[in-house]
T-cell receptor
Framework: QKEVEQDPGPLSVPEGAIVSLNCTYS??????FMWYRQYSRKGPELLMY????GNKEDGRFTAQVDKSSKYISLFIRDSQPSDSATYLC???????????FGKGTRLSVIA | EAQVTQNPRYLITVTGKKLTVTCSQN?????MSWYRQDPGLGLRQIYY???????DKGDVPEGYKVSRKEKRNFPLILESPSPNQTSLYFC????????????FGPGTRLTVT
């Protein structure tokens, strides 16, 4: 079983839709959970991070961690064409250990 | 401007010809890392460095070498490139805490024929 599973998509939604992106993981020792966004031909950039369980909101983005289910989510409200990108989940055991990435979900928001 | 730079951005080479991809960061970060990104396989870590003269293997280190003689630079060396090393390579850096906030370079697309 892979350590971090993420549906690769592609996911196509109309502008204004609520988008839900998800990852599951197998190792309960993960403590830090991140979402990176990668535009075409660019390096990934950190979008959001959370420590342990709970929710975190930043503008139109909400990150959610459910450690009991080993499941993390990223919600995008009022999606825009500029949100079209690949979204990578990532996690680590501690603040100084290497990140383990999901394979990424490609999202297209259609105007 | 805070950034991670990589050179070259694109490289086509032949099997066996040694090459180096440079990586430099101007944020005084202690932690640096190299990844390769392949379709269907995602981002996989090659090597990482917690500080000067401290390097460690990631998930896919075979066929690669690194060195960290200065804090700002972390070159990736392919001593004898092979076609299966054709990939998109990213360098990343982060401060020692929080290291989850990694800053990625723009990528180097390498083709080995």
């Amino acid at each position: 079983q892979k350590e971090v599973e993420q549906d690769p998509g592609p996911l196509s939604v109309p502008e204004g839709a609520i988008v839900s992106l998800n990852c599951t993981y197998s190792n309960s020792a993960f403590q830090y959970f991140m979402w990176y966004r990668q535009y075409s031909r660019k390096g990934p950039e950190l979008l959001m991070y959370t420590y342990s369980s709970g929710n975190k909101e930043d503008g139109r983005f909400t990150a959610q961690v459910d450690k009991s289910s080993k499941y993390i989510s990223l919600f995008i409200r009022d999606s825009q064409p500029s949100d079209s990108a690949t979204y990578l989940c990532a996690m680590s055991f501690s603040g100084n250990t290497p990140l383990v990435f999901g394979k990424g979900t490609r999202l297209s928001v259609i105007a | 401007e805070a950034q991670v730079t990589q050179n070259p951005r694109y490289l086509i080479t032949v099997t066996g010809k040694k090459l180096t991809v440079t990586c430099s960061q101007n944020m005084n970060h202690e932690y640096m890392s190299w990844y390769r990104q392949d379709p269907g396989l995602g981002l996989r870590q090659i090597y990482y460095s917690m500080n000067v003269e401290v390097t460690d293997k990631g998930d896919v280190p075979e066929g690669y070498k690194v060195s960290r003689k200065e804090k700002r630079n972390f070159p990736l060396i392919l001593e004898s490139p092979s076609p299966n090393q054709t990939s998109l390579y990213f360098c990343a850096s982060s401060s020692d805490f929080p290291s989850y906030e990694q800053y990625f370079g723009p990528g180097t697309r390498l083709t080995v024929t």
